[in-house]
């Protein structure tokens, strides 16, 4: 007879994003419902709620339009900044090569196909969301998620596969994607289980502490898995949450609100730098991961070209540089950010830094400005800092499973940055 052991066993080996369907099919799957979805919201979203969508959304679209002319360009047959692999490749089959940037256009195409699905959801969820009613039902869905999730992590942690007797307790590309999602779920719970306190009546009350028992758990969870790289990235997601919620509470003025978040951000950043890997690229500085697979990372990026080498890097040639792993290893890089770098060039990423900072303040201030509505936005900000967070301190992590929600979230704080009312008188 079965028991609930051998049950939980077989869920957790049958790895189920990755066992039923193929990589490549998930991604045209998530491609073809994200284009499906934008179609119908804007086949059906109201004229005048077009136009606020337009305005509020067309920077955030234009700003994210850039990485995707980058990855086009990667893959042009550009033979005065192909990568050297092209070369060796065809002196070695004796017959000219025409190279691009990248080593795996496959890839690279895959890389275009989740950046348009990012941003097919984002534009479906702002256009939705702009219903305040609308909204709290997108982001009740994707505190939902979060919190299934967050269970999913839980029996894929070390101890709990352990005491399973399962074969493997490594960490594994299914759970780290479960971790994308659960990251963004802590401050998005959070904030609106702060928002919702602010209401009477009996539901609002239940509301609010089912979300904060969701975030509670989703934190828990991620620390008990990603352990101190998810913990210093969910702190922060927390600490700019209950910030805003403290500013907007105590009616403190704007300079007294950037001079308190810039005395934090030095504070955090002393402590990081004091506690850095020495000698190695800021990407990897802060990886909490084994001196080998740091220095390792380091070569990898010391070798590549500055405009990178495209999507599917690091699984190309990380075995080159991290054979001390193993060959039953699957081969990873310190961190998400020093996985980025390798793909997309190190000016890319650190625009891209730049861009995700100014959308974090943004969302910041959009929340600071807002009426009771303010949690929409803070969650994005607060997204994004967690996530920019975990780039710096997690290895590499799915982009899958999170592009859905993610994009979803972001979206959600566009719509809500600015009240329409105000838009209008403006």
């Not at 996985?339 to 891209?352: N, P, V, Y």
Request: aromatic share 6%.
């Amino acid at each position: 007879m079965w028991n609930v052991t051998a049950f939980i066993r077989i869920l957790i080996g049958a790895s189920i994003p990755a066992g039923l369907i193929d990589a490549s099919l998930a991604i045209g799957l998530v491609g073809a419902a994200a284009s499906l979805g934008l179609l119908a919201s804007l086949a059906a979203i109201r004229p005048g709620e077009l136009s606020f969508l337009k305005r509020v959304a067309g920077p955030a679209v234009a700003a994210a339009l850039v990485p995707m002319l980058w990855i086009i360009l990667q893959m042009l047959p550009l033979t005065f900044w192909a990568h050297p692999v092209w070369k060796f490749a065809g002196e070695t089959l004796g017959a000219p090569l025409s190279g691009s940037i990248t080593i795996d256009t496959g890839a690279s195409l895959g890389a275009l196909l989740l950046w348009l699905s990012l941003l097919s959801v984002m534009i479906t969820a702002a256009a939705i969301a702009i219903d305040a009613r609308r909204a709290d039902m997108v982001t009740r869905s994707i505190a939902a998620t979060a919190t299934v999730a967050a269970l999913i992590l839980v029996l894929y942690s070390d101890p709990v596969k352990a005491w399973l007797g399962a074969a493997d307790a490594a960490h594994d590309g299914t759970a780290n994607g479960f971790l994308v999602v659960v990251l963004i779920g802590v401050p998005l719970s959070l904030a609106r289980a702060l928002d919702i306190g602010g209401h009477i009546g009996g539901r609002a009350t239940r509301s609010r502490r089912l979300l904060a028992a969701s975030a509670l758990f989703c934190a828990a969870s991620a620390c008990w898995y990603g352990r101190r790289g998810a913990a210093i990235a969910i702190v922060a997601g927390i600490a700019l949450v209950l910030m805003t919620f403290a500013a907007r509470k105590l009616h403190l003025p704007r300079w007294s609100s950037a001079a308190a978040a810039t005395a934090i951000v030095l504070i955090a950043l002393v402590t990081a730098l004091a506690n850095r890997h020495p000698d190695v690229a800021l990407a990897i500085a802060f990886a909490h991961a084994p001196d080998e697979l740091v220095q390792s990372t380091q070569n990898l990026l010391a070798d590549l070209p500055t405009l990178g080498a495209g999507a599917g890097t690091t699984a190309t040639l990380a075995s080159t540089y991290m054979d001390w792993q193993g060959a039953t290893t699957k081969p990873v890089v310190a961190t998400s950010a020093a996985a980025l770098i390798a793909q997309f060039g190190s000016a890319m990423f650190w625009t891209s830094l730049v861009v995700t900072i100014v959308g974090i303040a943004a969302f910041t201030a959009g929340a600071r400005n807002r009426g009771r509505d303010w949690s929409y936005p803070a969650a994005a900000a607060a997204a994004l800092l967690t996530l920019l967070l975990a780039a710096f301190t997690l290895p590499e992590l799915p982009a899958l499973p999170g592009v859905i929600v993610l994009g979803a979230v972001i979206g959600t704080g566009l719509a809500q940055r600015i009240s329409r009312p105000r838009l209008q008188a403006g």
